[in-house]
């Protein structure tokens, strides 16, 4: 077990910490919160100290008893004993499991609670028993955890959890509707139909519903709240209809709106099970048909009985063991929405247009939203005795400055503003020399001026382009393609790579991909083309696909400025979990780099089950990625930096249990006693926290955060994390990445964790400028998302030193 995170390490001196940024201001959605209010007058128990303010938390249970998962039912229950309940013991909170109040609550007054009868939801009668669980001091330092490093600060910091429900009471009381279960609060009344013709000009409709979002945490010093616009795309179209025309919904979500909204992934389809099959109701423990059971629980009458079911696993943990569990839910496709767009949707410029105008805000109005919401929060919450600070949220930060990026031809840039347009050589000598083409040879005119036009394009980048072997198909037969260039690769050498240019369906395309990447395939590099890309700015294109083969092939194309004092000899590892399964198992992608300025990089996937406690995959993977680091670079690696995203934050212990531990072992698999210095970074991309630059005499407006921003103060905790704003954005509010250290015995100082964490993001040869997280990670991304749409299995040792999923 992890008993603590590590703490920050020091900082360099500040005359070298000024060579390398700039000390900025932001503005954030970020608003100091404080609990004010003075201990009620009337509390049941023995007085307590007038400076001191107590919460009482007590364990709720209902007879008879509900689902654990079923917190409508239980916000129901509540909802409707509500006035009863304050009556007799005034104010309280609710939360699902757990009932506070500010008054210690007398025995007398429990037995009351206990003794009501007249709570009926659905005819079903009801009663709630309370049972005293602990006191907490709501401004003791303990309660509120503030200096505390450990995995389960959040968890453990009872201030925070009673803040966050007295919020969400407050919501509920105002009408909002929570999707979801991340504080996700929305104006049902104020949603829009979104119409959608595609090119067969069939109509389709989203709905778009907007709302805000928020969450208390604490910070070193404070407690925090966060406050951030949200948004959500419903399609009216029922998974049944989806169903009519794909069997592809396994991974996707549905919503459910007869119990306010509920949103389930679908693990698969049932065609065994109809809505006439029965089931045992737990709470009447009589055998019902589903059609019946949603006839009386919801009035729902369900029109096609021969339809099968979708399929929910659900986790929970068992109420007297604490053991984790799993459920299987079925839910009837008729009366379950699918959620966001689908790939045709996305395609159409035209709505992503019209959902963009509900979805994405600018950063003016964005910060705007966030203090109207703020204000409105602070205005509700006042007679809770709970102040938030409206003008709290300007913020100190660090502005990095942007690495030199150096390419062919002794020619170097610093990017300003992040981004760059390369109009130099490569920096190393580029020929594609025996390269083969294959497309149909109806597109053989077009082939000839791509062909052309990429001779062009490589000129640019000093990448010599020689003429291809040109295969020409009569047909659209994927085998026949394939058994052209398999006679080809027995009778002559292997090329460079393949080309393969055409309009072609998804599983013409997989199964090309299979057959180049998998094991048993031919283990060959190759791009695909697709005609219509070429259509608007085809040398534009063509100087990308020139760029991607490149680096697919394991050419360097640039090189950016590694920050002083980092090892020579530093390995940079990136692990990324794939969004989709293979088979119900998870697709963890992992590439590390392989030479000392971070050029070249080692990819495999860790497939692994759910159940698996030791990864031993993941041990091999690092192992074999030492190996060519040493091949490479004749040298062991000194420092070794892994960035580890897909994980969420309850997900900590977890990481640190497995993953850690499981790279110690590459390490010692690679070599007995082998132990490099090592720092291991959980990575978050998905957060509610924004920053914002203040209008200035030559910014009129609000603005995103500069390319290299650090948040490294004020709102964040005592252990080694910050937030990076790395990426340009031009488009919509940048969103910032969070990086959390889970594990650290190097000796670099925090400045240069930044650093090369930035510098990193600009090594992803896919992207002339920053991306969002260091370049390793983002290739991972890549490499698990490849495997997981299109290979399904490990691919081809040829390809291990190649970024053939590019």
């Not at 939801?121 to 907490?136: C, G, M, N, P, T």
């Not at 393969?500 to 299979?514: A, H, N, P, R, W």
Request: proline share 3%.
């Amino acid at each position: 077990m992890v008993l603590q995170l590590p703490k920050r390490p020091p900082r360099s001196q500040s005359a070298e910490i000024k060579k390398i940024c700039k000390n900025i201001k932001l503005l954030t959605n970020m608003f100091v919160l404080q609990v004010e209010v003075n201990q009620s007058s009337d509390s049941d128990g023995s007085p307590d100290s007038a400076n001191n303010i107590f919460c009482y938390q007590y364990d709720v249970d209902f007879q008879p008893s509900v689902a654990e998962d079923n917190r409508n039912l239980r916000y129901s229950i509540f909802k409707e004993a509500r006035k009863t309940i304050q009556l007799i013991i005034g104010k309280f909170y609710f939360s699902g499991k757990s009932l506070f109040t500010l008054r210690n609550i007398s025995e007398n007054k429990i037995n009351e609670i206990e003794n009501i009868d007249s709570i009926i939801v659905d005819k079903q009668k009801y009663s709630i028993s309370l049972r005293y669980i602990k006191r907490f001091e709501v401004n003791d330092e303990d309660a509120q955890n503030l200096d505390k490093t450990t995995v389960n600060y959040k968890k453990g910091n009872q201030v925070t959890q009673l803040l966050n429900i007295i919020l969400k009471s407050v919501m509920r009381d105002e009408k909002y509707l929570e999707i979801g279960k991340n504080s996700k609060f929305f104006e049902v009344e104020t949603k829009a139909d979104i119409q959608i013709k595609n090119k067969n000009q069939v109509t389709s409709v989203l709905e778009a519903y907007k709302g805000f979002t928020f969450n208390v945490s604490p910070s070193q010093e404070k407690i925090y709240i966060m406050i951030d616009y949200c948004s959500r795309i419903i399609r009216k179209e029922t998974a049944l209809e989806y169903l009519s025309y794909s069997d592809q919904i396994s991974g996707l979500s549905v919503i459910t709106k007869y119990n306010n909204y509920q949103i389930y992934l679908i693990d698969r389809v049932d065609y065994n099970k109809k809505p006439t099959s029965t089931f045992l109701n737990k709470r009447t423990n009589i055998q019902i048909s589903f059609a019946q059971y949603y006839l009386e629980r919801y009035n729902i009458k369900i029109k096609d009985m021969n339809q099968p079911l979708l399929v929910h696993k659900r986790k929970y943990r068992e109420a007297n063991t604490n053991k984790q569990k799993t459920e299987e839910v079925y839910l009837i496709p008729e009366i379950c929405n699918m959620t966001g767009m689908s790939d045709d949707q996305r395609s159409n410029f035209q709505a992503m247009k019209d959902v963009s105008y509900h979805t994405k805000l600018s950063p003016k109005d964005r910060y705007q939203n966030s203090i109207k919401n703020c204000k409105f929060l602070s205005s509700k919450i006042k007679t809770s005795g709970i102040k938030i600070d409206e003008k709290s949220n300007l913020i100190e930060a660090i502005q990095l400055n942007v690495p030199r990026i150096t390419y062919g031809g002794n020619k170097s840039a610093y990017p300003e503003k992040g981004n760059f347009d390369m109009r130099a050589p490569a920096l190393e000598k580029i020929e594609f020399k025996e390269w083969s083409i294959l497309y149909n040879q109806k597109d053989e005119q077009k082939v000839d001026q791509f062909i052309d036009t990429l001779k062009k394009a490589g000129q640019t980048y000093g990448i010599t382009i020689n003429d291809p072997f040109f295969f020409a198909v009569k047909d659209w037969k994927v085998e026949n393609w394939i058994n052209l260039l398999d006679e080809d690769f027995t009778k002559n050498d292997m090329p460079q790579f393949v080309l393969t240019f055409g309009q072609v369906q998804d599983s013409f395309y997989t199964t090309l991909k299979k057959f180049f990447t998998s094991q048993e395939g031919a283990g060959i590099e190759s791009q695909h083309v697709v005609p219509k890309s070429l259509e608007k700015n085809i040398m534009s294109v063509a100087s990308k696909i020139a760029l991607q083969i490149a680096s697919k092939i394991g050419k360097r194309i640039w090189q950016v400025e590694t920050p002083a004092g980092i090892d020579p000899n530093t390995m940079i590892i990136g692990i990324e979990t794939s969004m989709k399964k293979v088979k119900n198992q998870q697709v963890i992608g992992v590439v590390a780099s392989i030479n000392k300025d971070f050029t070249k990089y080692f990819s495999d996937v860790d497939i692994r089950t759910e159940n698996d406690t030791t990864l031993p995959t993941l041990s091999n993977i690092v192992a074999k990625a030492i190996q060519s680091y040493v091949k490479n670079t004749k040298s062991l690696p000194a420092e070794v930096i892994v960035y580890r995203q897909g994980l969420g934050e309850g997900q900590i212990q977890q990481s640190f249990d497995l993953e850690i531990k499981a790279i110690q072992n590459g390490f010692n698999n690679f070599k007995q006693g082998f132990s490099p210095r090592l720092a291991f970074f959980q990575v978050n991309r998905k957060i509610g926290q924004k920053f914002y630059q203040q209008p200035s005499a030559e910014k009129m407006e609000i603005q995103n955060p500069a390319s290299g921003t650090i948040v490294a103060s004020d709102i964040i905790h005592n252990n080694f994390e910050f937030y990076m704003a790395a990426q340009n954005c031009n488009s919509g509010v940048c969103t910032p990445t969070k990086y959390t250290c889970l594990y650290n015995n190097t000796n670099l100082k925090e400045d240069q964790i930044w650093q090369l964490t930035y510098y990193q993001t600009f090594n992803y040869y896919n992207w002339q400028g920053p991306v969002r997280v260091p370049a390793a990670m983002k290739y991972a991304e890549k490499l698990a998302k490849f495997v997981s749409d299109n290979l399904h299995d490990i691919a081809h040792e040829n390809l291990m030193n190649s970024l053939f999923y590019l």
